[in-house]
């Protein structure tokens, strides 16, 4: 099992940035796929970013394409979101997940979860 925390939330104004991290840890996780996922109130967890660890492939949502970087940093076990040019729409809870299969999470799932954390983009 791996167990992921995220950190970085919090409340921004419209055009500003943030950087969200999600601490990885547990068994081996070097072939697995990093995804970040968001969920906000009344809609459905939706998928945003994903990153394999061996190789760095990324994938993004077309909504966050040109806005969102995803990267890790294998040193300190630590896959990061970069959100620039945030949006009102982007507030969410935004939840980092882990699968040995990079298809399932750019389906939409994973194995493992952390526990979330807010972001809250103001007008």
């Known amino acids: 099992q791996v167990q992921l925390v995220e950190s970085g939330g919090g409340l921004v104004q419209a055009g500003g940035s943030l950087r969200l991290s999600c601490a990885v840890s547990?068994?081996?996780?070097?072939?697995?796929?990093m995804g970040w996922f968001r969920q906000a109130p009344g809609n459905e967890r939706e998928f945003v970013a994903a990153?394999?660890?061996?190789?760095?492939?990324?994938y993004y949502a077309d909504s966050v394409k040109g806005r969102f970087t995803v990267s890790r940093d294998k040193a300190k076990n630590t896959v990061y979101l970069q959100m620039n040019s945030l949006k009102p729409e982007d507030t969410a809870v935004y939840y980092c997940a882990a699968d040995p299969s990079a298809r399932t999470i750019v389906r939409g799932t994973g194995s493992s979860w952390g526990q979330g954390t807010q972001v809250t983009v103001s007008s």
């Open positions: 990153i394999t660890w061996s190789g760095g492939s990324t």
């Open positions: 547990g068994r081996t996780f070097s072939n697995y796929c």
